[in-house]
């Protein structure tokens, strides 16, 4: 009976806090998500099935080691949409990237080759346990050339512990995206207190699924309905459905 009712919950878009996702990894074979077509439109599926209506998935582009460009992604892109076609899979799947806060990045912010998503979003990492040189500098150097800059899982980097850290980039004009699965521990304990704190002092913007493979989708299916993730759309101003 438990597992009826559970099954129908996940499954009722209209209990979905979001209809857009925009932090996945479902790309096949250009990172460390997807390994292959048939991975990327499983856990399509599965999304579509949770409610959702867009999906913006956001592969890695990291000069060395994930060296994506926005030909290569949208290439990509487009043959998992004719696949998405073929199997009747209707849902809305659209493509920006995670950029990794390394001197390639920093050449495409100053020469603004740079694929963003909504209106001139442009969603990065940082490394985890070393604040980079010219943190500061880049985010507002992208808010003066027009770009929205889009921290991903803030929560997670070692090196930001205070509030007041936080609150000095988002100062800046950094937007917080937040991975829902946070909330409830998958990354650690240290990494879901950040991601609580940050939710209760109405400071997250984005929520993300950051979802690879079936690992993080069993832990987001669990997590998208909890009661962290309802206390965080009651108390931060959740822009996913406005892009």
Do not use: W
Not at 27 to 44: F, H, M, N, T
């Amino acid at each position: 009976m438990f597992n009826s009712v559970k099954n129908l919950l996940l499954n009722d878009a209209t209990k979905l806090p979001s209809l857009i996702d925009l932090h996945s990894h479902f790309l096949p074979d250009i990172d460390d998500g997807c390994e292959s077509v048939e991975d990327s439109l499983k856990l399509i599926t599965q999304m579509k099935k949770l409610g959702y209506k867009k999906l913006i998935t956001t592969p890695h582009i990291m000069s060395k080691k994930y060296p994506n460009t926005i030909q290569s992604i949208k290439k990509s892109l487009f043959e998992i949409r004719g696949m998405l076609k073929v199997k009747n899979i209707d849902i809305e799947l659209e493509a920006s990237a995670e950029y990794y806060f390394d001197n390639h990045f920093i050449d495409l912010v100053l020469n603004k080759e740079l694929l963003y998503f909504g209106d001139n979003y442009i969603l990065f990492e940082l490394p985890y346990t070393t604040r980079p040189l010219l943190l500061e500098e880049m985010i507002v150097k992208m808010v003066s050339l027009g770009y929205k800059p889009v921290l991903a899982h803030p929560e997670r980097y070692r090196f930001l512990r205070e509030v007041t850290e936080y609150r000095k980039l988002k100062s800046l004009g950094l937007f917080f995206q937040v991975n829902i699965n946070s909330l409830e521990g998958y990354y650690g304990h240290e990494v879901q207190k950040k991601a609580i704190m940050l939710s209760q002092k109405g400071m997250v913007d984005f929520i993300g699924s950051d979802i690879h493979h079936q690992k993080h989708m069993d832990s987001y299916k669990e997590s998208i309905f909890s009661e962290n993730t309802k206390m965080l759309f009651k108390k931060n101003k959740i822009l996913n459905d406005y892009i």
